[in-house]
């Protein structure tokens, strides 16, 4: 662990430039990367690319590139910050890692909206210090630009030096046995016939709501963290109660009993407790979450904030046509006609239904409906821990009453929302000018809104 930055200071002061920081800090007994320097100029930065690059091979832990950093922490403030990022650092990225294997079979994996992926399985070979034997290859669109057949060799390369990629086939190797990649007619999950529409370049399986490998992904999506979230409920739990005949869509996961667990391999009683009481804290969840829960092609966690705040209910949701949904931010006509779509299907009516039969709730909002959320316009900022509520519950009340949540503070934040141990964000609200509000103070924020 190397440090590189500080928090919160209080009670004394530091050294005003990074570099310097970074010193006293090593005076102190932290590590820090022995390889960091101060340079002058933009030429300064290339040298010390340049000079890294050839270096990292022989560094003893994984680096994918260089972090230049405006030195003086003055200027840092005054730079702000955009969306994710600050404006007062940026990334020089090294060319990604490659290697040179041969593509012994081309298997086609199914989504939760019927895509069909084609990934390529690899003789193994190690690229960047990880071992490659597969690679997406996106579509056929992509397999017929690579020229690609079974038996090839190709070059691939860690994108972002993370995700395995085809780059090129090596025309120069000798390849032999050569077989062409077949495009396939039925789904191989549920052989299904597989369709491509007009505006698309992929391959779709036609049984939405048949087929086992759409359904999997489905749940899979429902259950993850940023939709119900419920903890302990991985794809191979998924897959494995399926299998089990115990689940066949997300709603069945809120009939699951015990005794049922206890039934299957590495279930015992203390896991089988702690995964039924995670499905039944999710019950309690937000609008907004359902929403992007439910899989709507095309739409995203912002989106489905969006039609939260814009519809308010399910039921008006559900009841919308495409004319106001286009009125919300971030939907437009190919989003809109998804969603109608979905809310219109008598199969995805009858799922809605029966998850709140079995008791998924979210707090309707007592707002008048031709009137403004309360906190509608505001931007608020989240840092810290907190006692009564994580953070995740804490964005999703502020987002319930109508307010945007950024993930920095910049002149145009409406207040902070800070925890114990707050750090950076709360240093520059304070710079700012910015109202900081701490537990107490939010619970008297929210609680007459509710």
Known sequence: MFAYSVGL????????????????????????????????DAAGCQQYFEALAKRRADLAYEIDGVVFKVDSLASQTELGFLTRTPRWAIAGKF????????????????????????VARLEPVQVGGVVISNATL??????????????????????????????????????????????PQQCPECQSDLIQRPDEVILRCANDLGCPAQQKERIRHFVSRLAMDIDGLGGKVVEQLMKAGLIHNAADLYALAYDQLLTLERFA???????????????????????????????????????AQAF??????????????????????????????????????????????LGVVWPESAAIPDQPLPLAGQT????????????????????????????????????????????SKLTKAESLGIPVIDEAGLRSLLEPLQ
């Open 138 to 183: 996106h579509n056929f669109d992509e397999i017929e630009r690579l020229g690609l057949n079974i038996n090839h060799v190709v070059i691939i390369e860690r994108a972002g030096d993370v995700i395995p990629k085809v780059i090129r086939v090596d025309t120069q190797a000798q390849s032999f046995d050569l077989r062409p990649i077949v495009r």
């Open 95 to 118: 060319p990604a890692a490659q290697g040179r294997t041969r593509v012994l079979e081309v298997e086609f994996q199914v989504g939760r909206t019927g895509a069909i992926t084609p």
């Open 269 to 307: 009683p203390t896991s089988a407790k702690k995964l039924i009481a995670s499905i039944q804290a999710s019950k309690t969840t937000s609008l907004s979450r359902f929403i992007y829960a439910l899989g709507i092609p095309e739409v995203g966690e912002a989106t489905a904030a969006s039609l």
């Open 312 to 357: 308010r209910s399910l039921q008006a949701l559900m009841s919308a046509d495409d004319t106001a949904l286009i009125n919300v931010p971030d939907v437009g006509p190919i989003v809109a006609a998804q969603i109608t779509a979905y809310m219109r299907h008598p199969s995805n009516q009858l799922l809605i239904d029966r998850l709140c039969q």
């Open 9 to 40: 200071v209080s009670g004394g002061r530091l050294p005003e430039d990074h570099y310097a920081l970074m010193q006293h800090l090593k005076g102190w007994g932290f590590r820090i990367n022995s390889d960091i320097q101060q340079v002058i």
């Open 380 to 423: 608020w900022v989240i840092t810290g821990t907190f006692d009564g509520f994580t953070r995740s519950q804490l964005k999703t009340q502020l987002q319930h009453f109508g307010a945007k949540v950024a993930g920095s503070v910049s002149a145009k934040t409406t207040g902070l929302a800070a925890g114990r141990e707050a750090g």
